[in-house]
C-alpha cells in the first residue's frame, strides 16, 4: 500500500505544478488578493482566475495532508528505515516553507525572487518523493554489472541537476514576464545571437541555448545507458527521457509561436518537472544495493 500511495502523491505533486503554471499562465496569479483566505473566505465564488488560483491552493493544502499520511504509512511500513522517515520529515518541512512562500506571494504582490524560490523548492519536494518511491521498491537487478549502474547513476546525477538549473532559469523567463522577449523561433529578434545588452532577452536566450545544452545532454547519456545498462527499468527511464526531452524542445517552440497561452506553457512545465523525476528515479535506482 506504501508505494502505491507515495506515487499517487507524485502524481499529486506533478498535477499540482501544472496548476501552478496554468495560475500564471492565465493571469490568475492575484485573482484571491489576501491569504489564506479568498477574499476572507475559504470558499470563495469559484469563478474566472478565482477558479484557478483557489483550485491550486486547495490542491496544495491537501497535498500536506497526503503527504503527511504517506510519512506515517512508510514509517509503519519501515520501522528501521531511519533514512525514509528523515526524508518525510525533510519533505514535510519543504512543504510548510512552500506555504509561506505561496503566501507572500501574494501579500507582497508577485516578487521574482519569491516566485521563482516557491517553483524551485516544488521541483525539490517532487525530487524527494520520487526518491521515497524508488527507495520503497525492489532493489535492481542484481545481475546488473556495475560499469552499467555507475553510468545509469552519473547519468540520472547530472539530468537531474540540469533540468532542475533549466527550470530555475524557465522560473525566472516566466515570473519576470520575459517569456516574449523574443518572439520569433528559432531564432531571436531575427538573429542568431540578440541583442544581449537588454537583460529580459539574455535571460530568455540563456533558457533557449540552456534547454539545448540539457537536450544534448539527456539524449546522449541516454543512449549510453540504453547501451551499457542491463536492468530494463533503468533502459525505460533512458527511453522516456529522450522523448521527453525532445517534447520538451518543441513545447519549449510552441509556447513562444503560441504567444505563451496555456496549454503550452503549462504543459512544459508539466513535462520538465516529468524530465526531473525520471533523472532523479534513475540515479537513485542505481545506487541501491541489491537485494540480499
Not at 87 to 93: K, T
Not at 97 to 103: K, R
Not at 197 to 226: C, E, I, N
Amino acid at each position: 500500500m506504501v508505494r502505491p500511495f507515495l506515487f499517487f502523491v507524485l502524481l499529486w505533486t506533478l498535477a499540482l505544478l501544472f496548476l501552478g503554471s496554468v495560475v500564471h499562465a492565465t493571469g490568475s496569479s492575484l485573482a484571491c488578493p489576501d491569504w489564506p483566505t479568498c477574499f476572507g473566505t475559504m470558499m470563495p465564488e469559484m469563478t474566472g482566475g478565482v477558479f484557478w488560483e483557489h483550485l491550486h491552493r486547495l490542491w496544495a493544502g491537501a497535498l500536506v495532508v497526503l503527504f503527511l499520511v504517506a510519512v506515517i504509512l512508510v514509517r509503519r511500513a519501515y520501522p528501521d528505515r531511519t533514512d525514509l522517515f528523515r526524508m518525510g520529515l525533510a519533505g514535510l518541512g519543504l512543504l510548510i516553507v512552500q506555504s509561506v512562500l505561496g503566501g507572500l506571494t501574494v501579500i507582497f504582490l508577485l516578487p521574482d525572487a519569491i516566485s521563482t524560490s516557491h517553483l524551485a523548492l516544488a521541483f525539490a519536494f517532487l525530487a524527494l518523493v520520487t526518491v521515497m518511491l524508488v527507495q520503497t521498491g525492489p532493489g535492481h537487478d542484481h545481475h546488473e554489472h556495475r560499469p552499467g549502474r555507475q553510468v545509469a547513476r552519473r547519468a540520472g546525477l547530472w539530468v537531474a541537476a540540469l533540468v532542475f538549473a533549466q527550470s530555475v532559469v524557465g522560473a525566472l523567463v516566466r515570473h519576470t514576464d520575459a517569456g516574449m522577449a523574443c518572439p520569433d523561433v528559432p531564432l531571436c529578434l531575427g538573429r542568431v545571437i540578440p541583442p544581449l545588452q537588454y537583460p529580459l532577452v539574455g535571460l530568455h536566450f540563456l533558457h533557449r541555448v540552456l534547454g539545448l545544452v540539457v537536450a544534448v545532454f539527456v539524449l546522449h547519456h541516454s543512449r549510453l545507458v540504453w547501451v551499457r545498462a542491463r536492468d530494463p527499468f533503468r533502459r525505460r527511464l533512458a527511453a522516456a527521457l529522450a522523448v521527453g526531452v525532445v517534447a520538451q524542445v518543441l513545447l519549449g517552440f510552441a509556447s513562444v509561436f503560441f504567444r505563451l497561452e496555456a496549454p503550452y506553457v503549462s504543459t512544459h512545465t508539466l513535462l520538465a518537472a516529468t524530465l526531473l523525476a525520471l533523472g532523479v528515479a534513475m540515479a537513485a535506482h542505481s545506487r541501491q544495493p541489491a537485494p540480499s
